[in-house]
């Protein structure tokens, strides 16, 4: 069976956007898929516009504009993932081609148990997410039957409650499907670099004293090296970060985020530095100059930039929070 990281780590996310008609559109589309893609992506919007429409009739109840600002905040920030994401959807598939391009093809056990590993890790914390969504929005279905009923009027409050309840539920899936496709393709990206490493590191030194051996470990060393710069570039290229722009509210999206960035800046970190634990002293004078050079282009740290200016950093997370306390202590003492 065919080793594919696509599947790996995209395959719950594949699966449930294309049940949601969100998935990338086939050359050959029908029009049924078409007008259901339409129809979804319309709800969606509806929804916002609905938000907006409250607000605008409660404006000036600082409670009421509060509560309404939670949902509004997250519908629109997901009409603007959805609409990025199948905008760009030339770029995603080329993205999608790349992983499993001949340059990150897995090239023995350790290599597909790395990748394993990563996108088991990833998959776990999107579950966790999916999870805490969903009975966020379960809560949300409960709190009608609390309150005041003096006001509603049938059938437009049973039309409205199961609209609502509907576009929440199919807006949390849809969070998840877009989330998922950027933060896993951000930690396939560290699982390369850790690819890199291992292939480094696989860099033994040579104990013959044959002239032609010693040309033929050489070589081989050199053109591992190359493999290994090749495949850096590779994962450089890939504009993984340029899919969605990261306009999160909800502080589990948050962290998922901040997280993902945090370990690509650190993998690639610990990438340079593996650079000095391999046996280049013991090679010859072409590998030293190529190591050079590779460690001069690889002493930068990749960052995870949300907009092309935000970095995504367990640092950045902690400052939100607190700009977040700040926030929230002054719209507190307002309305006292």
Known sequence: MTFDPVNIFLF?????????GVWIPCENETMTAKFYRIFMITLQYLFLLFQLMYIVIVWGDLDAVSQASYVLFTQACLCFK?????????????????MNSEVF????????????????????????FLISAEVTCGLWALKPLF??????LSPQYQLG?????????????????????????????????????????SIKTND????????????????????????????????????????????SQL?????????????????????????????????????????????QPMVLRAGHYITLSRNTFVSILRMSYSYLAVLNQTKQ
């Open 161 to 201: 409650y199961i609209f609502q309840l509907t576009t929440i539920c199919i807006s949390a899936c849809m969070y998840f499907g877009v989330d998922s496709v950027t933060l896993s393709s951000v930690i396939f990206v560290c699982a390369q670099m850790e690819i890199i490493m291992d292939k480094i590191m």
């Open 105 to 128: 093809r897995p090239q023995s056990k350790i290599h597909e148990r790395i990748l394993t590993v990563q996108a088991r890790r990833i998959k776990r914390l999107l579950l966790t």
């Open 12 to 20: 719950r996310a594949k699966t449930l956007m294309k049940f949601l």
């Open 255 to 299: 962290f998922l985020c901040c997280w993902c960035g945090h370990e690509l800046t650190a993998t690639s970190e610990e990438l340079h530095q593996v650079l000095y634990q391999c046996s280049w002293h013991e090679q010859d004078a072409k590998f030293k100059r190529m190591l050079c050079f590779t460690m001069m282009r690889m002493n």
């Open 82 to 98: 959805i609409t990025v994401l199948l905008t760009n959807s030339d770029m995603l598939k080329a993205i999608l081609l790349q």
């Open 147 to 152: 309150d005041d009923i003096g006001h509603r």
């Open 208 to 251: 013959r004293e044959n002239g032609e051996d010693k040309s033929i470990f050489y070589l081989r060393n050199n053109r591992k090296l190359l493999e290994c710069v090749k495949q850096h570039q590779a994962v450089v290229i890939m504009q993984m970060v340029s899919i969605v722009t990261y306009l999160l509210v909800m502080i």
